[in-house]
């Protein structure tokens, strides 16, 4: 079992380079399947989720090879079995993106319940919903399968603006007969990016970026070479950590239009950053102090569908807070335990009250101690590798496969900008 020891107390400093977008990687990498031509598919981080997702297509029966460092090269000439083996669904949620572009291509995909993060109920009926539109059938018992004769495009209006699920419409709509209207649409960077990609493709894909996307079925894709966009999650991580422990960090290769709705939710708890065209840097010496609403009433940082605030990040957030003077409400909308882990923080010395499921105030600074923990998810495990990393004394973190789920070469990354951790097999 792999284990990180760290020492905290010691402020970070120096440069890294943005990773690629892990939730544009895996839709990107499913999208392959769309067509029998070669894709090659650029800044894919070199973690564990993109490295399943990449199973899944060999044991479907693609071809894929390296193609460099972060590139891989993708071709399903022939897709020989419709079926995902459980093995890999029950490890990432992620491989719920498979069902579009199979049943697309194939007309049938089987596949167990997927798995991933365990932070509350995580609804697949936005999916069901959208594809059932379009003319899939779908049965439900113990596994989900997949089938259509042929698709159809329809006038769709999700329930939720989910990001998969309107990933999942999208690349089946692209080999849909006829037009297909997708409302109430998710507009993350991560869905541009795979229209992005179909597009270049030859799909026909318009309101790319927008919560109203129209799709123009086409008979069939062709090869592409496509880079996804920088990990504003990432990049969001990497800010609150230089924060929280009073360090400083240059980042490089970002998008400045992906942080606007981040650099609001930090600026809340006094933190800025300077951009250079694609390079950002947060300075030492930040105020750190909370910037109350009018009147003096405490802020609140909450998410919603973007451009708002991204769920992700909220965990880290809360971290931040606990080295900011003042009172923050930090609001979780959308999963129900999700913020249950902030008993970790508690158990280091963070002033939080968990108000509800959703709801937790943080009043800083404090002093956090070293603890031994366990990550529970990729984003709440990353926020307490942070917390150790802020921390006096030394933590051990386990689970932290949870973590590599999510950043790419992590601990060496942390390295080069002086963080005191060490991998370590139990």
Same mark, same amino acid.
Not at 305 to 328: K, R
């Given at each position: 079992m792999v284990e990180y020891h760290v020492e905290g107390g010691f402020p970070i400093k120096?440069?890294?380079?943005?990773?690629?977008?892990?939730?544009? *990687?895996?839709?990107?990498?499913?999208?392959?399947?769309?067509?029998?031509?070669?894709?090659?598919?650029?800044?894919?981080?070199?973690?564990?989720?993109?490295?399943?997702?990449?199973?899944?297509?060999?044991?479907?029966?693609?071809?894929? &090879?390296?193609?460099g460092p972060n590139s891989w090269k993708i071709q399903a000439a022939k897709i020989e079995t419709p079926e995902i083996p459980a093995t890999f669904t029950k490890k990432i949620r992620g491989s719920i993106l498979f069902a579009?572009?199979?049943? *697309?291509?194939?007309?049938?995909?089987?596949?167990?319940?997927?798995?991933?993060?365990?932070?509350?109920?995580?609804?697949?009926?936005?999916?069901?919903?959208?594809?059932?539109?379009?003319?899939?059938?779908?049965k439900a018992n113990g596994h989900f399968i997949f089938t259509a004769n042929k698709l159809i495009g329809a006038d769709i209006f999700l329930d939720e603006a989910s990001v998969t699920a309107t990933e999942n419409a999208v690349m089946a709509a692209s080999l849909a007969e006829g037009t297909t209207i997708i409302t109430n649409a998710a507009s993350e960077p991560h869905v541009q990016?795979?229209?992005?990609?179909?597009?270049?493709?030859?799909?026909?894909?318009?309101?790319?970026?927008?919560?109203?996307?129209?799709?123009?079925?086409?008979?069939?894709?062709?090869?592409?070479?496509?880079?996804?966009?920088?990990?504003?999650?990432?990049?969001?991580?990497?800010?609150?950590l230089a924060a929280a422990t009073k360090g400083s960090i240059t980042i490089t290769d970002i998008n400045p239009k992906d942080l606007r709705p981040i650099k609001l939710a930090f600026g809340k708890l006094g933190i800025h950053w300077d951009i250079d065209g694609t390079t950002l840097t947060v300075p030492c010496g930040l105020p750190m102090v909370v910037d109350t609403d009018l009147g003096g009433m405490t802020p609140k940082i909450d998410d919603s569908?973007?451009?708002?605030?991204?769920?992700?990040?909220?965990?880290?957030?809360?971290?931040?807070?606990?080295?900011?003077?003042?009172?923050?409400l930090i609001f979780e909308k959308m999963f129900e335990s999700r913020m249950f882990w902030v008993d970790k923080l508690i158990g280091m010395g963070a002033r939080i009250t968990l108000c509800d499921p959703h709801r937790a105030v943080v009043s800083g600074p404090c002093v956090l101690h070293g603890d031994e923990l366990v990550s529970p998810d990729v984003r709440a495990g990353m926020s307490l590798l942070i917390a150790a990393l802020s921390a006096q004394g030394e933590?051990?973190?386990?689970?932290?496969?949870?973590?590599?789920?999510?950043?790419?070469?992590?601990?060496?990354?942390?390295?080069?900008?002086?963080?005191?951790? &060490?991998?370590?097999?139990?």
């Open positions: 120096g440069t890294i380079k943005a990773s690629g977008n892990k939730n544009a *990687a895996l839709p990107c990498i499913a999208a392959s399947l769309l067509t029998n031509e070669p894709v090659i598919l650029n800044r894919i981080p070199e973690i564990e989720d993109t490295r399943v997702m990449l199973d899944v297509l060999r044991s479907l029966g693609a071809d894929v &090879t390296p193609n579009g572009p199979l049943v *697309a291509r194939h007309g049938k995909c089987i596949m167990a319940p997927p798995g991933g993060d365990v932070i509350g109920r995580r609804r697949v009926d936005t999916h069901f919903l959208a594809l059932q539109e379009l003319g899939v059938n779908i990016d795979v229209c992005n990609m179909l597009n270049s493709m030859g799909a026909k894909i318009s309101g790319v970026g927008s919560n109203i996307l129209t799709i123009e079925g086409v008979k069939q894709l062709h090869g592409c070479e496509y880079t996804i966009g920088p990990d504003f999650m990432e990049i969001g991580s990497f800010i609150g569908p973007w451009p708002g605030f991204p769920a992700d990040l909220t965990s880290v957030m809360t971290v931040v807070a606990t080295q900011v003077s003042g009172t923050v933590s051990v973190i386990r689970n932290v496969y949870q973590i590599e789920r999510g950043y790419e070469h992590l601990v060496e990354r942390l390295q080069s900008l002086g963080a005191h951790i &060490t991998r370590c097999d139990n």
